[in-house]
């Protein structure tokens, strides 16, 4: 049984919730189940703080704590419409607001002479059809921005390479819930945002019966 880490975000800029830490939270009390309720994969999860360096380093700690064999990262993004598969995270932190530490960093590495960039090592294609076919808007993106979730995603796949572990980052859109702080802004109803990383999940564990 292959052992998944998933991670959200906590609430930001002033905001009330995150999708992201929903999704983790609704996932870890439901566990990832066959039809008759036999857990198919063995799932961790942790909600991360929007902060720099910080994040990174407990994200880093709980790998090293669960030893899993796919690491799943997910944040918000408002604006977006459908679930976000980043494809591709570079080696910068340059924020245009400031994290939750009241810190704003601008031009600065997220590992000092780490390579320009790193690549996603989860199967986002095949994620992203399966994703489709559940009836779930879903696509691929090469931008994880330039604030925290980058900066994970930049930390964690670095952090990953040669160990043969799968990892990389998912943008989530607002949900329902939030639409009066991000007044026309889309949303998607959390239970399709939830459905989505089940299946994710699934594909990136190898898991393909119903």
Do not use: W
């Not at 008759?36 to 991360?48: D, I």
């Amino acid at each position: 049984m292959k052992r998944v880490l998933l991670t959200g975000f906590e609430p930001f800029a002033g905001s009330s919730m995150n999708p992201s830490e929903q999704i983790v939270k609704a996932l870890a009390a439901t566990g990832i189940v066959d039809s008759s309720g036999q857990p198919l994969v063995e799932l961790h999860t942790a909600v991360l703080p929007v902060v720099f360096t910080e994040s990174s380093e407990l994200l880093k700690h709980l790998i090293k704590l669960h030893q899993p064999d796919i690491v799943i990262c997910l944040g918000q993004a408002e604006g977006r419409r459908e679930i976000s598969f980043e494809r591709v995270a570079i080696n910068l932190d340059d924020a245009r607001l400031a994290d939750n530490a009241g810190r704003i960093i601008t031009d600065q590495p997220v590992v000092e002479g780490g390579q320009p960039a790193h690549f996603t090592t989860l199967p986002v294609k095949e994620m992203v059809a399966a994703v489709r076919a559940a009836g779930i808007a879903a696509g691929l993106s090469t931008t994880a921005g330039t604030f925290v979730c980058n900066h994970i995603f930049y930390a964690l796949q670095h952090s990953l390479i040669g160990t043969g572990k799968h990892s990389g980052f998912i943008h989530v859109p607002l949900i329902e819930e939030q639409a009066s702080e991000f007044e026309g802004q889309p949303t998607m109803p959390l239970d399709q945002q939830v459905e989505a990383i089940r299946v994710a999940i699934r594909v990136a564990a190898g898991i393909h019966e119903a």
